[in-house]
């Protein structure tokens, strides 16, 4: 039995992407369902899935599996001939630290900048809360990429989980005109021209559903 992904609006989910982009670039097979948010049954369809509300989650026969990290981890545990996570040491303590750190944080660039896979590029002002985000996370992307990023453009050299964890990060500096450095840039690029992402984005375009309160920022 294929494994199950259930996730949200691609066009609006970051969450959804980390799972998502992760499967589709390492060739995972994957069923997918959207569970569109916003909607009268909504709450009752994802709960039906994942007892925290919330998607993404992973259904894997009778295991299910929640919160994009720990689903991250289990693909990986699951597929371990597969480069999810650096396979040196110290390259997957930093990957991983990052990735949570990406998990647990970065909430005032969540809130000011709400992903949005359709947002044609236009620049928003940036509060000095988001500005010291944005900092965090150029200085995390470039000290990984200096450390372990010589085999490729990702941030330890070949596309992995630390960079699933952050790719709805690329859409928000993309889309909001974020002021950033060449490096963080030239990293952004590498994302959204890996296939997985701009599949991801076709199929976001593609999507009947509109929620105001993102469309309108
Ligand atoms: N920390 C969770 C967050 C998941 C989350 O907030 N998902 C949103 C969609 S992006 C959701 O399902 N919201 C349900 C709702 O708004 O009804 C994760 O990593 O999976």
């Known amino acids: 039995m294929p494994l199950k992904l259930v996730i949200a609006n691609k066009a609006y989910s970051s969450w959804s992407l980390r799972p998502w982009i992760l499967l589709a670039h390492f060739k995972i097979p994957f069923e997918e369902v959207v569970i569109p948010l916003d909607q009268p049954d909504t709450r009752q369809r994802i709960l039906a899935v994942s007892p925290n509300g919330k998607c993404p989650s992973l259904q894997d026969g009778a295991i ?3 919160e994009s990290i ?3 981890d289990y693909v990986a545990e699951k597929y371990p001939d597969k480069p999810i996570w650096p396979k040196a040491k110290a390259a997957r303590a930093l990957a991983r630290s990052l990735s949570a750190e990406m998990h647990a944080g970065f909430q005032a660039l969540r ?3 709400p992903t949005n896979f359709r947002r044609p590029v236009k620049k928003r002002e940036l509060t000095s ?4 985000d944005v900092a965090r996370i150029e200085a995390a992307w470039a000290d990984a990429r200096k450390r372990y990023g010589k085999a490729g453009p990702f941030l330890f050299g ?5 960079d699933a964890m952050f790719a ?3 859409n928000r500096f993309h889309v909001y005109d974020v002021p950033v450095k060449k ?3 030239d990293y952004m690029e590498a994302m959204m021209g890996l296939p997985a992402w701009k599949a991801w984005i076709k ?3 593609a999507e009947p559903w509109r929620i105001e309160r993102y469309d309108n920022i």
């Open 64 to 66: 299910s599996v929640w």
């Open 158 to 162: 070949r596309f992995s989980a630390a």
């Open 70 to 72: 720990a689903i991250v």
């Open 203 to 205: 199929d976001a375009e």
């Open 168 to 170: 709805p990060v690329v």
């Open 129 to 132: 809360e988001v500005e010291a």
């Open 183 to 185: 490096a963080t840039r």
């Open 111 to 113: 809130n000011h900048l």
